[in-house]
């Protein structure tokens, strides 16, 4: 493990997590606290990455999978949990929306484009590919369903309704339970 890690030269950057610490201990204010801490963060994604690829081959391709699901957004479950108890909750939705739609669309997008380059034809899985584009649209829905429900009922996306709550978390877990049958 310690070579695998020393193989990595972005592991380097692993010295800015206790330099943000003494940043922050000198100035807290200052945004250095913040990139430092960005930056760091580098390296640990791709420790994390390298752990669960490791697991993976170990326990199998389906439990793989899931820890690769679920550990491969371990930053972002990591930020988002500090965000909530700091009371950020737009900034949360936000970070998840952003994640949503970077997965579906760019992701995808790109490993379309890269997949065709060089070549005439691609060809996909059927039931994979009728399984991403469902999931795409119910992710799409997902985000605009609660929107379009708040402008139609109260004109405004300024008010914080509990049926507008109620529909977020019921699509949300359309969406969760979606993605595990998907699997």
Known sequence: MLRALADNRLNLLLIAAPISWVIHAIAPASPWVFITAAVSLVPLAGIIGLGTEQLAARSGPALGGFLNATFGNAAELIIATVALADGHVALVKASITGSIVGNLLLVLGLSFFVGGLGRKTQKFHRTAATNAAA??????????????????????????????????VSSALVLIVGSMRSR
């Open 135 to 168: 999931m795409l649209f119910l992710a799409v829905v997902a985000l605009v369903m609660p929107a379009v429900f708040d402008l139609a009922l109260y004109g405004t996306l300024a008010v914080e309704s509990a049926a507008i709550a109620r529909l977020s």
